[in-house]
T-cell receptor
Framework: SQTIHQWPATLVQPVGSPLSLECTVE??????LYWYRQAAGRGLQLLFY??????ISSEVPQNLSASRPQDRQFILSSKKLLLSDSGFYLCAWTVGTGDGYTFGSGTRLTVV | QKEVEQDPGPLSVPEGAIVSLNCTYSNSAFQYFMWYRQYSRKGPELLMYTYSSGNKEDGRFTAQVDKSSKYISLFIRDSQPSDSATYLCAMKNFNKFYFGSGTKLNVKP
């Protein structure tokens, strides 16, 4: 079966510290992968998406970056976190154009 | 104008009520329409997925799409306290998704 793993579930980081969030997908090949951020009480904001290894599209200018070192691995990073980076980060995947998203369980990031 | 508009609520109903959740959109090129349910501190889960105008039923849930009016709805029959969550509508054009901001639903026992 197809599953998506996202970790950690909760993270508290000081301002200026680095960030690495990881997402892996099982049970499918060549998925489209996405990183979203959901601020409290607000909608989903698309940050990055990838249609293949090494292919990253950025939707919003920010101090975050994404990488896809393997087909089913998607990493969200930052060199120096800002207070405004706090939020609920969600990884998602689809296969093909006719699918809905499958979301991971999310990482709640608090920058202090 | 936002691509997708959704009333944030909150919407509070008694157990057993019929719930109607709605979204409007501006882009006539949207091809796929979805409803997601998100419990607190969890990732959204796909509830309904439709491609064309008309109704799609799955148990107590019915998704309705009216492309001519650019309007989609989700109906929940016999609502249960376990339906209390935030409901997000979403629309898709090629590989890009557009989400509503979500409607928070509270079903009171």
């Amino acid at each position: 079966s197809q599953t998506i793993h996202q970790w950690p579930a909760t993270l508290v980081q000081p301002v200026g510290s680095p960030l690495s969030l990881e997402c892996t997908v099982e049970g499918t090949s060549n998925p489209n992968l996405y990183w979203y951020r959901q601020a409290a009480g607000r909608g989903l904001q698309l940050l990055f998406y990838s249609v293949g290894i090494g292919q990253i599209s950025s939707e919003v200018p920010q101090n975050l970056s994404a990488s896809r070192p393997q087909d089913r691995q998607f990493i969200l990073s930052s060199k120096k976190l800002l207070l405004s980076d706090s939020g609920f980060y969600l990884c998602a995947w689809t296969v093909g154009t006719g699918d809905g998203y499958t979301f991971g369980s999310g990482t709640r990031l608090t920058v202090v | 104008q936002k691509e997708v508009e959704q009333d944030p609520g909150p919407l509070s109903v008694p157990e057993g009520a019929i719930v109607s959740l709605n979204c409007t959109y501006s882009n006539s090129a949207f091809q796929y329409f979805m409803w997601y349910r998100q419990y607190s501190r969890k990732g959204p889960e796909l509830l309904m997925y439709t491609y064309s105008s008309g109704n799609k039923e799955d148990g107590r849930f019915t998704a309705q799409v009216d492309k001519s009016s650019k309007y989609i709805s989700l109906f929940i029959r016999d609502s249960q306290p376990s339906d209390s969550a935030t409901y997000l509508c979403a629309m898709k054009n090629f590989n890009k998704f557009y989400f509503g901001s979500g409607t928070k639903l509270n079903v009171k026992p």
